[in-house]
């Protein structure tokens, strides 16, 4: 069997590094190419001295390159410039899996209205699939165009779309409350996400209108089978690397019990490689998860205000991106899902 | 002026070794006993190096010897043992302010469902008053006994209650999501909080009837003028040494406006020399009050769900516990309410 | 091709824990059995949650059933201990790979000196081999008994007995100073080990005498074809979960250059796979070595004091013990010598 | 009394940041203007929102006006820069207080040859004194201009100065092998020090040439009784925000005894308010020192080898900055040298 090839657009960042990582490990796949403009010619080792002693050099990204020689490019760009990468290559029959936002959120009105720009392809929404196996796992394997989830959507929709979809929470009240690691802010030198200034230091940041809102509030919809949802969620920088722990509050709907709530992760997950259910009583914890690409999932009814509160740790280089991407694509090129992935 | 004479009674732990360093820079009180069983005989460096140079050995716990020399005693003792402290103290005419959790729950009943014990000294909470001097500061002036609050009810109450006495949010519907470091559970030789089961870990604990809740619902019914309100708090284990970030979810009530809410933060708050209330689009940070006495406290309005999010940062070794408990014995003992504070 | 069947006995600790994590995604191995008394008939998920769906449960350690049904053993024990299992694994034909000190030191005397209890097997020694596999391929290849280094030796050997082997440094002038995370520690119940007392601490520990010394001594005399050095080694604990770096410095022979240390370590590693030797100017970093089996070399030549200076980082779970092990087991069975390890 | 009136020249730094904590505490001492061109009118409060409350404002730096507002002026700047203020503010009557590098190192071509620029007031260099006030405390309290120590050579010399002065140890053999916080790089936004880039990251760096080197080693030669000492000086930058390790390593001179190192120190100690040597077998941890002024320094004589390995702990920021440079204004002013820093 010939491996797939793959290239890797923009791959310079935390999450590019772990596409690499995993990557490079992968038994099926073969990395042909990384492109960064600002390394355009340095050996991947100048970069991430980790990969010392594999054959890849940075590239400019060049699309007509990348669609003579891959089968599959990840997009590790930011928003707004994943899009122009998009078209062309997919337009070329290379399967694009975008790791931005650009594809994420299908009306664009609510793009423009988190992203303070036009939506940069309209016309490709329509082919773009959420990137979420455990929900769309049938769309990926026929799709050309896959947008995969932010960190915190992943880690916010795994625990509360069976609830709504089994009737069992109530879409109106949902709260999510979420920790990230550094690494979500991206390798981006601001003073803000210096050493010193993350290190014993817990803080709150955009409270509301947070970038990643619109696509959970458009996947819960989904879930709930409802137009619209509106949300809480307030993510938090703590000291920690990788890692996103969100803690999720559920008005319960009449008849909700924790057998039923089970019953409803059990159907929802009980085959799925990446997420792992905790008995009741455990509570998920980010380093259980941490450089794999599984979800932990825990769950508590309480009694005495009428909620659920659910909670789940992902690691968000992993599950939260690249490690979700290398799923996807392994799903839509006929892999066994967790090839590279174990 | 002769100096206020104070004992801590169980000196050994974090909350106790705050309070010693606290209270060794105080201009106006001599710190005479640091009682430990454990430590019985041994130099203070011995325990904690940092104080060496300081003339203090620990002893076994002996009221007479406290009532007689002391006019103050802190109590640093676990739930239950406080009680039996507490009593011959007061009646012996030492002040006795408490940092467990002995005499902060009135009901009795309550105290029971959540300590898993009969209240060890009923008779005496009639004569307790709570020591949060924001709320209480007139009755901790002419106090004998002080509960001091626990680290999370000191950073839930603080940031809901001015809201709720204003009636701009609904007492039916609040979810707080904590966030502690590793000094909050105790200096407790436990697997669970070893650094590498600490460090790089986030996770939830006791999502429902964790033992500040009842402190934390009587505090809130009572500024809502309500027999009781029902609460999710729903704390998290993070990396740091020292800190508490809450993030409160309040739903709002009919008429009411960010400028409402920030006229009930400045009127409650604007006086307080230990209450911070940041301007908006800021975010409380648990690195700009560690080592201090100091509550910050933000606050957003998300119109699109008709919640306010308030978010506080404390120390939970100082605001949490000691230094609150000395700011109580300078409000009581007269002093200027910052000594030995700033 | 059959796979070699594998037991770890003692698989509860942070080392136990690695070799479970390296062998399940091993392709040429089955992990069979894992023992611990203290957790005998526990699902390994109970113990370690990541490891869930994996269908291994704890067994109390059984020479019989190991030699039954496994090729190889690994010891995961206290010192003392392993011995006490080696020995009859090895008589019933199971090869023993003792990630313990027991085998370690080929001075029976010194092995007392430095564990204060008399050799446990000193009969067992002469079959042992020192299972650092960049100095004692050939011999692990053949061997029934392998005593892999510990984490500060190797990542202390691996720099320096080259610049000693090619009589580039003098052997009678070396001081290693190594910082450690806190899990090499082991998973120890214990207060200076506690997440406050380990975070936002820097202390050296053991500065004489540690128990890794004599074992650094043997494998640098052999190294530069003495009877005997005497060596400086500190030991430093730092808040990081995993990794050692170690810095040490060598008084240069005459007839030293920076030329000759740079061929001296490519003669001895450039064919090496899990050791990658930096260009000049550049310093090893554990952060590129976590979560692998690789060592990094970092060195310079002082001129002014006229000492090298080579600086190493490894993952000491893995190079430093798992790891090690594993790729020793690769070696001793025929395998690739990077399965499983990459 | 009237209040020294204080000046911070360059207050935006983290060094600039810790003088405001411990000048806005200090009991004698007035902090009247603080100065940063690029914060220029900012309250403080906007670039460190722990000093809200105060009422201080940053402002361009005037030598006039510190002149004729001002006592004291602290000088918190890179070095080059911090020359062109010490110069006019000593020559009109302000005592300067240097922690950048420009006078401490008393060889204007060492210092060219460290820091690539030609000195930039070599003529103020026979006034300035070395402001170690454990060496120089009398000379500090004559002094117009006052070279405060580096970090790395604060917890260098402290423990190895009474052991060359009492010609316990030999000059010519000196190793030290120091661990720094975060924060010892400044607060300056450059990708090494985000936060993911530090946080499970041990690494050497600058092994040869420091510029902290020159000024430890003008200093143990000094206390060597030598023209010239040759050093080896190697940093490690681990994951804390705070706190500076230093192991040395020194070969002992003849007729050393443990004894006699224990009466060195305590010779020079004894007396000293902020310097605390430990008893034999206690090891020097920053986690007691962090936030103080104090220097921590353990020791132990190594048989073996016979070498001294001492260790020190400091907070790099407090003794090894601010809190020296507010001690050296103690005893210049003649307050009590405490004043401030308890």
């Known amino acids: 069997m010939t491996k797939i ?3 890797i657009v923009g791959a310079s960042g935390y999450s590019g590094e772990e596409l690499v990582r995993l990557l490079l490990r992968h038994p099926n796949c073969e990395l042909k190419i990384i492109t ?19 054959n890849l050099k940075f590239s400019a990204p ?41 594809f994420r959120i299908k009306n664009t009105a609510k793009y423009k209205e988190y992203y303070k720009t036009d939506h940069p392809a309209p016309d490709m929404l329509a082919r773009a699939v959420y990137g979420l196996p455990e929900r769309y796992r049938k769309q990926i394997a026929q799709a050309d165009l896959i947008a995969c989830p932010g960190c915190y959507p992943t880690s916010s929709i795994l625990p509360t779309a069976p609830l709504l979809a089994a009737k069992l929470a109530l879409p109106e009240d949902i709260i999510i409350s979420s920790m990230s690691g550094v ?12 050493f010193p200034e993350c290190n014993e230091s817990l803080r709150a940041y955009a409270p509301v209108k947070h970038r990643h809102l619109p696509e959970i509030e458009q996947e819960l919809a989904a879930a709930a089978g409802m137009p619209e949802v509106a949300i809480n969620f307030v993510p938090h920088l703590v000291p920690v690397n990788r890692g996103i722990n969100s803690t999720i509050f559920l008005k319960v709907a009449p008849g909700c019990t924790l057998d039923k709530i089970t019953a409803a992760y059990h159907d929802a997950y009980a085959a799925e490689p990446f997420v792992r259910v905790l008995a009741p009583g455990k509570q998920a914890d980010t380093k259980y998860v941490i450089m794999t690409n599984v979800c932990e999932i825990s769950y508590t009814l309480d009694e005495h205000t009428g909620r659920v509160i659910a909670t789940s740790a992902i690691d968000n280089l992993t599950k939260g991106a690249s490690g979700q991407a290398v799923q996807c694509m392994n799903i839509r090129f006929g892999n066994c899902e967790t090839d590279g992935l174990l």
């Open 62 to 102: 060049d699309v007509k390159r990348i669609a003579a020689e891959c089968d599959v490019a990840f997009l590790a760009l930011p928003h707004g410039l994943a899009a122009e990468f998009a078209k062309p290559l997919v337009e070329a029959g290379v399967v694009a899996i975008d790791i931005s936002a650009d």
């Open 183 to 194: 690494t979500g802010a991206g390798r981006k030198v601001d003073l803000a996400y210096l």
């Open 5 to 7: 090839q793959a290239a």
């Open 36 to 54: 960064s403009r600002q390394h355009d010619g340095q050996h991947i080792e100048e970069v991430f001295p980790r990969f010392a002693g594999h």
